[in-house]
């Protein structure tokens, strides 16, 4: 097990890498541990849970709403948590984000640990303390920025991952590579899916280098006020599209990705040439890369996105692969593109 500490502005969260779900009884008194999981987690893994209380719900994206966190805060007031337990939420991205809101907002908050079941999950989703509930079609419109005491990695869950679910958490692998490290991008092109699924070695190297993208910008811009933008790259056309059509989170980001070059060669010098190494990695990786789309409903939701900022958006753009900007892009000129070239 490697170990490393996280320093944030307001507290430490430390990263347990290659360790077992057991090891959660070393870092909070057992008797005062609640598990927050999917269903088919616990279907698969339910020898890991014995030894504690554990709270079940279907962690699907339709089910991530203010209605399932009531569910799960009336189950932690039968089970009677005080402030001195630990929740520790065990899944994919829906159950991290929902456990990290109930987490913060019970009680006015009890400590929190995560376990991420997914590559989607530990590549993403769990790191950096944002987490929240949908609102109807807008995605994550309710939530707080509330820190773990630990991530653990528990690489045996990946065994029971379904390939769809491989495919669904390279987007998010495939985005730190366009945004920040072309040597990673250029890595990825000499591999598949099915080199990651069958070495766990390379897997685990690669899901470590992707915590470490991303913890490096969260820590330098928590609260998302400059850089951590870039980590929506492909996020502003994919969370809509996700919406509209209950695409599968990767898949939307994918199509997002694609969309965002488009953008980007069109006002932002990006190279055709480049354009297409991104549609062929996406595609080499099982992703989809284009979808066709009512573009006044997508629209109608971009008006609604967070990242808005009076009459603009906070858009991420590439300059070249590895090398991402945020430009304000006004909701006048991105309806002219969404017309245009979408």
């Known amino acids: 097990m490697k170990t490393e500490a996280v320093h944030y502005e307001g507290g430490l969260v430390n990263h347990y890498f290659d360790a077992n779900i057991a090891f959660i009884n070393e870092l909070h008194d057992a008797q005062k541990i609640v598990i927050l999981t ?21 962690g699907t994206e339709a089910n991530k709403t203010q209605q399932t966190v009531d569910i799960i805060i009336n189950e932690l007031l039968n089970l009677n948590v005080d402030k001195s337990w630990m929740l520790v939420a065990v899944g994919g991205g829906v159950i991290t984000d929902m456990g990290g809101y109930v987490a913060s907002i019970f009680k006015r908050g009890i400590k929190l640990g995560l376990v991420p079941t997914t590559i989607l999950g530990m590549t993403d989703a769990a790191i ?5 509930v949908n609102v109807g079609q807008y995605k994550n419109m309710v939530g707080t920025t509330y820190r773990p005491q630990y991530i653990l990695f528990d690489y045996n869950f990946l065994q029971t991952l379904p390939k769809a679910e491989w495919v669904n958490g390279f987007a998010e692998i495939i985005k730190h590579a366009c945004i920040k490290d072309l040597e990673m991008f250029n890595t990825l092109s000499k591999n598949n899916i099915y080199y990651y699924i069958n070495n766990i070695n390379a897997i685990a190297n690669l899901i470590e280098q992707n915590v470490q993208i991303k913890t490096s910008v969260v820590v330098n811009d928590e609260f998302e006020n400059g850089e951590r933008l870039l980590l929506n790259f492909g996020h502003t056309f994919g969370h ?51 979808i066709s789309f009512d573009k006044k409903a997508v629209f109608d939701l971009l008006v609604k996105d967070k990242k808005r900022s009076g009459n603009y958006i906070n858009f ?16 006048e000129q991105l309806a002219d593109l969404n017309e245009q070239i979408l």
Not at 38 to 58: G, R, W, Y
Not at 276 to 288: F, I, N, R
């Open 38 to 58: 999917d269903e088919t987690v616990f279907s698969l893994h339910a020898s890991s849970f014995q030894l504690f209380p554990v709270i079940k719900i279907n």
């Open 128 to 132: 950096g303390g944002k987490n929240g």
């Open 316 to 331: 991420v753009l590439l300059n070249a692969i590895g090398n991402a900007a945020i430009q304000k892009i006004s909701f």
């Open 240 to 290: 809509a599209i996700e919406n509209l059509y209950h695409l599968p989170h990767g898949s939307a980001i994918s199509i997002g990705m694609m969309i965002a070059c488009k953008i980007s060669e069109e006002i932002n010098g990006f190279y055709s040439s480049q354009k297409e190494q991104v549609a062929q990695l996406l595609t080499q990786y099982h992703l989809p890369i284009k």
